[in-house]
């Protein structure tokens, strides 16, 4: 028997069964490179492992960045806190302000009071007025208190009719 036939009965008689399998072709072997100096001293360049990348730059440039961003986070949540003093000293000042101008407009009303200003007329000697005198130009007479025809001011007196002389 042949080494082809002999194949498949082994199979058999071991109770698995296989594909045939078929003859082999001759293919060239890809050639290997060989670990080591070997394949430097046949004239092939020595295949060298991947470099790594060293760690540690990477590793402080995160921390420094993480540091940077912490440092930026303080500098900004100081400048808000300042603010909000800022903005906490001004509404003060403008309370102050805004009750400043409200005594101040009291001042202006109290100081504008008629009987205020007639006090003060009083204290520097002057007197109150007669009683005012209108003219009435369709009935042709001035009408009023006559008080201020007796104090003989200019135009006060009997007028003529218009008209007559």
């Known amino acids: 028997m042949s080494s082809v036939t002999e194949e498949p009965t082994r199979q ?4 698995t ?5 078929r003859p082999k072709e ?3 072997a890809p050639a290997r490179k060989a670990p080591g100096r070997r394949g430097a001293a046949a004239g092939a360049p020595a295949a060298r492992p991947a470099p790594r990348a060293p760690r540690m ?3 402080l440039l995160v921390l420094g960045l993480l540091g940077g961003a912490l440092i930026s986070l303080l500098a900004l949540r100081t400048v808000l806190v300042a603010d909000s003093f800022t903005i906490s000293e001004l509404q003060q000042q403008n ?5 400043q101008e409200e005594a101040l407009r ?3 009303v109290r100081l504008e009071s008629s009987e205020r200003i007639a006090d003060e007329a009083e204290e520097m000697g002057m007197r ?3 009683a005012p ?6 009935e042709r007479r001035v009408t009023g208190d006559d008080g201020g025809a007796q104090s003989g001011l200019p135009g006060t007196g009997a007028q003529p009719q218009a008209g007559h002389r």
Request: aromatic share 6%; charged share 35%; hydrophobic share 30%.
């Open 12 to 15: 058999r008689r071991a109770g």
């Open 17 to 21: 069964e296989s594909p045939p399998r």
């Open 26 to 28: 001759r293919t060239p």
């Open 57 to 59: 730059p990477f590793v």
């Open 95 to 99: 309370q102050r302000l805004a009750h």
């Open 106 to 108: 009291e001042e202006v």
């Open 128 to 130: 109150p007025g007669e």
């Open 133 to 138: 005198l209108f003219l009435d130009l369709d």
